[in-house]
């Protein structure tokens, strides 16, 4: 299992940090974005001192919100990527895959005699 995000992930984690702080969505951005542009490297990113130069509300939790599980924990949603919900997900879809296989074998059962032939 990873312990860290991609370095793609990490400005998302970051800005949705600051908003559970929070920070307004639009500012969030704003010092992400700023983060990205003169920090770059996600390494450095990881550096809470660094972090602290662009918003007083990152504080030592910010790590936890950079970690793999917990940040796929966070999408425990409807519909959304968390383990929960990918698996509610799957129940529903077996379900339906049962259901459909059922009213496919009816069908077939129903125009089966009309194409035998006399």
């Known amino acids: 299992k990873r312990a860290a995000l991609d370095d793609s992930l990490i400005a998302t984690e970051l800005a949705e940090y600051l908003v559970r702080k929070g920070l307004p969505f639009r500012e969030a951005h ?5 983060v990205v542009r003169e920090i770059g490297e996600s390494k450095e990113m990881r550096d ?3 972090l602290k130069r662009f918003s007083p509300l990152f504080e ?3 790590v936890e919100a950079l970690d793999f599980r917990a940040a796929v924990e966070r999408r ?3 519909g959304g990527t968390g383990p929960a919900a990918v698996r509610a997900q799957v129940v ?3 379900a339906a895959a049962q259901v459909a ?5 009816q069908v077939a059962a129903q125009i089966a005699p009309a ?4």
């Open 101 to 105: 296989a059922q009213v496919a074998a």
């Open 30 to 34: 704003h010092v992400v974005g700023r």
């Open 115 to 118: 194409h035998q032939r006399p």
């Open 76 to 78: 425990a949603v409807e």
């Open 48 to 50: 809470i001192e660094k």
């Open 60 to 62: 030592s939790d910010v």
């Open 92 to 94: 529903r879809a077996r």
